[in-house]
């Protein structure tokens, strides 16, 4: 079956920096576009970055020019460099693999907390 495990998740100071990965089994990695989401409690999960199969990538403006998505076709991993991290970016952060309506997967989260 299709699995998502992200991890790199942690706490760190506003201003720093985390890398989240999240490795993907059981798809064909290299045909879905795959998105990190995120999440704060009371509120719906929002699209943070995404990354096709051609490697276009997409981003929510509060995050341009902090965070790059990239993407690793033979490991089937995709990752998000986060950088300048501020406290506003605490969220659960999800990765999603996405090719149809039918092919639609979430991982379970990773907790990312930045401190002011």
């Known amino acids: 079956q299709v699995q998502l495990v992200e991890s790199g998740g942690g706490l760190v100071q506003a201003g720093g920096s985390l890398r989240l990965s999240c490795a993907a089994s059981?798809?064909?990695?290299?045909?879905?576009?795959m998105g990190w989401y995120r999440q704060t409690p009371g509120n719906q999960r929002q699209l943070v970055a995404a990354?096709?199969?051609?490697?276009?990538?997409n981003y929510v403006d509060s995050v341009k020019g902090r965070f790059t998505v990239s993407r690793d076709n033979v490991k089937n991993t995709v990752y998000l460099q986060m950088d300048s991290l501020k406290p506003e970016d605490t969220a659960v952060y999800y990765c999603?693999?996405?090719?149809?309506?039918?092919?639609?997967?979430w991982g379970q989260g990773t907790q990312v907390t930045v401190s002011s």
């Open positions: 999603n693999a996405r090719k149809s309506q039918s092919n639609d997967y």
């Open positions: 059981g798809l064909w990695f290299s045909l879905y576009t």
């Open positions: 990354i096709t199969p051609a490697r276009f990538s």
